[in-house]
């Protein structure tokens, strides 16, 4: 951005075309890069509690370049499509950098040595220290926190947490989410219909980083698989002989066919027929109903409370954060990382009911 022509708010001095300018990262003021040095700090930081973003008057437009562009000096935000003047080094709306304004939050903050924060001691802006505002929107806040700012209201609140916290944690259909929590908190209720927990289950857990609660709905499930698979059969043969030992001999004779499909590389009639056996026994269907049955009770419990679950473990996270980091930027940069959602993480399950289906087919 050009701030030619604009007062520094330390030396009252305007800006010239060859000046070093710098700018603060939360509210977007400009200053000398002296008398950045020289003071340490924002001269606007007083004002970041309440929101306060830096905003200049729009320059006077060049007739060649209106004329281009059809009276309107306007450039498109390639994250959110926000239509934004030329001067503008962000989008208002989302806060992503545009055109050759973009730069990296990495280049501008390079990582402590542990790499778990960004090193504000090595930046341009010396030692930033400015306590953490969850309800300053900075530039750098993203298009959910945006939305949820702009539908619910900046002074809403899910507990002690804002829904721009909220939504900047939870991204991928925030809105959503911040209108079941809401929801939930108005009613003063932990049920809550939530249907992709009820349809997808473990599997959303670990789309939406609930680890814990993933683990602990994957060890019900496979209890519960377990129990349909030893169950029935331990029934039939206390109460039906006849079924389980008949059960037990086309096993028996399944097992032995399949040993001379696996040497002579051909598969007989008799596999077929002793497969579809076993497959149409009662034991094999009485343990497909029992499974069935339980897999849709845990599934429908689950669609009832998985918003609370989530809506707890959203909080809980937030404040941890909160007590981590000091500054409003690496707070919010942090809030992001640990939140949103991971496809890598629900391909997990997956693997997992493969290899406990192989370890019970050898058992």
């Not at 935000?77 to 055109?99: I, Q």
């Not at 908190?185 to 789309?207: G, L, M, P, T």
């Not at 419990?301 to 500054?327: E, M, P, S, T």
Request: aromatic share 14%; with cysteine; hydrophobic share 40%.
């Amino acid at each position: 951005m050009n701030y030619t022509g604009i007062d520094c708010p330390v030396c009252n001095q305007k800006f010239n075309a060859d000046d070093d300018v710098v700018v603060c990262p939360v509210c977007g003021t400009p200053h000398h890069r002296s008398c950045w040095n020289e003071t340490g700090i924002c001269q606007n930081a007083h004002r970041h509690s309440e929101g306060f973003i830096w905003q200049t008057a729009a320059p006077a437009t060049n007739n060649a370049h209106t004329a281009q562009t059809g009276g309107e000096a306007l450039k498109t935000c390639p994250r959110c499509g926000e239509k934004n003047a030329t001067y503008e080094p962000v989008c208002t709306r989302c806060g992503e950098r545009l055109k050759a304004n973009r730069e990296t939050i990495h280049d501008r903050f390079p990582m402590d040595e542990n790499r778990r924060g960004f090193d504000f001691g090595q930046s341009e802006f010396g030692n930033y220290d400015a306590p953490p505002n969850p309800n300053n929107f900075s530039p750098y806040q993203n298009v959910y926190a945006a939305d949820a700012r702009t539908i619910y209201g900046a002074d809403t609140t899910i507990e002690d947490i804002s829904v721009t916290e909220v939504a900047e944690y939870v991204q991928k259909n925030s809105n959503m989410y911040i209108g079941k929590f809401l929801d939930m908190q108005e009613k003063k209720s932990k049920v809550n219909w939530n249907w992709s927990a009820a349809i997808f289950s473990v599997f959303w857990c670990f789309y939406r980083k609930m680890t814990a609660c993933g683990w602990a709905l994957m060890a019900i499930f496979l209890s519960c698989y377990m129990l349909s698979s030893f169950v029935p059969a331990t029934v039939y043969e206390n109460f039906k002989p006849e079924i389980y030992n008949e059960y037990v001999q086309y096993t028996e004779a399944f097992y032995e066919e399949a040993e001379k499909a696996v040497t002579s590389g051909e598969i007989t009639e008799e596999y077929y027929a002793y497969y579809m056996a076993i497959l149409t026994s009662p034991i094999t269907v009485t343990s497909y109903l029992m499974m069935g049955v339980l897999f849709l009770l845990i599934n429908v419990i689950f669609g009832l409370f998985a918003n609370h679950f989530y809506k707890k473990k959203v909080l809980k996270d937030i404040r941890a954060i909160r007590q981590v980091f000091v500054d409003s930027l690496s707070y919010h940069m942090y809030l992001r990382g640990k939140g949103g959602v991971s496809n890598a993480n629900a391909i997990l399950p997956i693997l997992i009911f493969m290899a406990f289906s192989m370890l019970l087919s050898y058992i």
